[in-house]
T-cell receptor, first 111, second 117 residues
């Protein structure tokens, strides 16, 4: 089967750096997504990794290691508006056009 | 501007009422999805569709039903609402890409927060 694990909650200070980890188990691999979801709102796309390594996009970076079944999202220069849930998701293997979402990591940024 | 819309955004209704949650997208996407999400909890797929006249049940059993008569429209209906149906319902869509992000990325609507009294 497929499984995704993320920490439930994290806290950090404004201006700091935080790393949100995600481990996954999948029989086939078609990339890994990170979404951001503010409370009561829709998830929005942050990043997609399909090759190993780090991809940087402004204050946010995402890393993937396919051999370890591991990814992380790195948020730099944290701002209060970064307080949100961060969802890790992988496509369901077997040719299905569905995403399997992790439970999400709730990040609280404090002044 | 291409987008995905859901109405109503908020709905408070009494037990036993029939309700329809609307979802429309203007991106021409063939694939559409309905998720249920309780506050602070994970997304659960309850229905999906790969195109007109195609609907499938998702991973979480739901008493709701869906229809897909037009590509852009994917409404969800509850014949008799109950307090256990209280939740947020998110609609999403994705295109028929060949691979990678194009194939799998889902675009979400703003959601409908349903409260059944």
């Amino acid at each position: 089967g497929q499984n995704i694990d993320q920490p439930t909650e994290m806290t950090a200070t404004e201006g700091a750096i935080v790393q949100i980890n995600c481990t996954y188990q999948t029989s086939g691999f078609n990339g890994l997504f990170w979404y951001q979801q503010h409370a009561g709102e829709a998830p929005t796309f942050l990043s997609y990794n399909v090759l190993d390594g780090l991809e940087e996009k402004g204050r946010f970076s995402s890393f993937l290691s396919r051999s370890k079944g591991y990814s992380y999202l790195l948020l730099k220069e944290l701002q209060m508006k970064d307080s949100a849930s961060y969802l890790c998701a992988v496509p369901l293997s077997g040719g299905y056009n569905k995403l399997i979402f992790g439970a999400g990591t709730r990040l609280a940024v404090h002044p | 501007e291409a987008d995905i819309y859901q109405t109503p955004r908020y709905l408070v209704i009494g037990t036993g009422k029939k309700i329809t949650l609307e979802c429309s997208q203007t991106m021409g996407h063939d694939k559409m999805y309905w998720y249920q999400q309780d506050p602070g909890m994970e997304l659960h797929l309850i229905h999906y569709s790969y195109g007109v006249n195609s609907t499938e049940k998702g991973d979480l059993s739901s008493e709701s039903t869906v229809s897909r008569i037009r590509t852009e429209h994917f409404p969800l209906t509850l014949e008799s609402a109950r307090p256990s149906h209280t939740s947020q319902y998110l609609c999403a869509s994705s295109e028929w890409g060949r691979s990678g992000r194009e194939k799998y990325e889902q675009f979400f609507g703003p959601g409908t927060r349903l409260t059944v009294l």
